[in-house]
């Protein structure tokens, strides 16, 4: 950890570089209730006992629903110009199907001419993960049915803010979605089936297919892509199993969602691990799944090692971890974005994500988390190595604005930029914002005609 803020990274980003923050719908909304909002997987999924580390659940989080533009203005005092936000399907369209609510619809409107009244970006993802749950009742992303109900909610949505977003994905995260919604159960909606899990993928990704097609086909401009997680995947140990195994994972992990976007099917050696658990395709889906897209969002933490023989414990590797547990490790980025050019045909690539919990206090009005901005600086600095390099990096967004609810960790992990006191909602920008901030002036700065740039100094 070091005691004073770190060097802004050297790397000269290009002027029209979309740097922004990001967060999600249920993460920071609250207002469960509110206005005609259906409920969504994740607050039925809060109700079971146990499944929250401190109990909690999405009913108030942030309250951003209530204090829209106090959040507005936060995010333009940062001094970024773009915002990554999701939207809440049942806010939206309470039971997945059929009639629309207005007063959420309303909300969005407001959000997103909020932005550009600001001179910021809309960056808008039509799946954070909180389906409807009157969906689920039917078996959510099991049945394919949930398929056309997400193309019609993306029509739907595209007609009343289509116009005015810079982008849409459609789906954040398919890997977590699936697997840790319907494989580890620790996500909503709490299923331990492999087979269910492989299915749930397959769905994901041709409903983001058939959603790129549909909205393409009505004129949507905004550019349409989608988000996955990945992680360069590094085996324990040079031996034999260790590195079967990490290549297995690495199938799971990257290739069994780049592959088919971008190269037209499955991975055949994790088709062979699912054996029967493997996903029913129909006719076309594979090619209605490789449509090309404007974009690829990366949300990049850390990297996952290996081990045949278990877990791997982090706590071994002599790296520092965040408060997650997870290893701080950004040249796996700049490794990551090289390995995604060099092995498949990527559009401009976006960090949709990428940031760290760590421990925070606040002292007089002040956070000092000179870890978290290590942590940002070194990321920033990373993603300039790989472009320097040749990959086609267009944006970088710091996960997260604000403290919020960390699923299944609740409130107990802070990954905000902007300090969140949970009792009064007050927020407070930490020094890591303070940094960004000061780091995008000098962005700005930097490509400023020099007059302007004298004036300003
Ligand atoms: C994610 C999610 C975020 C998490 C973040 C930290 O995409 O995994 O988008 O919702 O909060 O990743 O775990």
Redesign the pocket.
């Known amino acids: 950890m070091t005691t004073t803020a770190p060097a802004f990274p050297t790397h000269p980003f290009p002027p029209d570089f979309v740097w922004g923050v ?1 967060t ?1 719908s249920f ?1 920071i909304e609250g207002a469960t209730n509110k206005d005609g909002r259906g409920d969504s997987i994740w607050d039925s999924f809060c109700r079971l006992p146990g499944v929250i580390a401190d109990g909690s659940d999405g009913s108030i989080a942030c309250d951003h629903y209530h204090r829209l533009d106090e959040d507005l203005d936060l995010i333009a005092g940062l001094g970024v110009n773009a915002y990554r936000f999701s939207v809440s399907w049942p806010r939206v369209q309470p039971s997945g199907s059929g009639a629309w609510n207005e007063a959420g619809l309303a909300f969005y409107e407001r959000l997103v001419d909020g932005l550009l009244a600001r001179g910021i970006k809309p960056y808008l993802t039509l799946n ?2 909180d389906l409807p749950a009157a969906l689920q009742t039917s078996g959510g992303w099991a049945n394919r049915d949930t398929v056309h109900r997400f193309v019609d909610y993306a029509i739907g949505l595209n007609a009343r803010l289509g116009d005015r977003v810079a982008s849409i994905a459609t789906h ?2 398919p890997w ?1 979605v699936a697997f840790l919604g319907h494989e580890s159960g620790i996500f909503a909606p709490g299923i331990k089936d492999r087979a269910v899990a492989a299915q749930v993928s397959h769905h994901l990704l041709l409903s983001h297919g058939l959603a790129l097609q549909a909205l393409r086909a009505q004129g949507c401009k905004a550019s349409l892509g989608i ?1 996955l ?1 990945l992680a360069p995947v590094q085996a324990a140990t040079t031996s034999a199993e260790d590195i079967e195994q990490a290549h297995l994972e690495d199938g799971r992990l990257l290739r069994w969602y780049m592959d088919p976007l971008f190269k037209g099917g499955y991975p055949q050696d994790v088709l062979d691990f699912l054996g029967e658990d493997g996903p029913r395709i129909e006719a076309g889906d594979m090619q209605q799944i490789a449509l090309p897209m404007d974009f690829l969002g990366i ?1 990049y ?1 850390s990297r996952s090692v290996v081990s045949a023989a278990g877990p791997w414990d982090a706590k071994t590797s002599g790296l520092e971890l965040t408060e ?1 547990g997870w290893e701080i490790y950004p040249e796996g980025l700049t490794q990551l974005l090289l390995r995604l050019h060099q092995d498949y045909a990527v559009p401009p690539l976006y960090i949709t ?1 990428n ?1 760290g ?1 760590f421990k925070d206090s606040l002292v007089d009005g002040v956070v000092k988390d000179d870890d978290r901005t290590d942590y940002i600086a070194a990321h920033i600095a990373a993603v300039g190595a790989a472009m320097r390099q040749g990959v086609p990096m267009c944006g970088y967004m710091v ?2 604005l604000l403290d ?1 609810f ?2 299944a960790s609740g409130y107990e ?1 802070r ?1 905000g930029i902007v300090h969140v006191d949970y009792a009064t909602q007050t927020r407070t920008p930490k020094d890591s914002a303070v940094w960004y901030r000061a780091f995008l002036r000098a962005q700005q700065l930097a490509h400023a005609p020099l007059n302007v740039a004298l004036t300003e100094v």
């Open positions: 990001a999600s993460q954070h993960w954040n995260e977590v988000v997680n949300n933490y997650m994500e940031g919990a996960w997260s919020n960390e699923w992990k990954f």
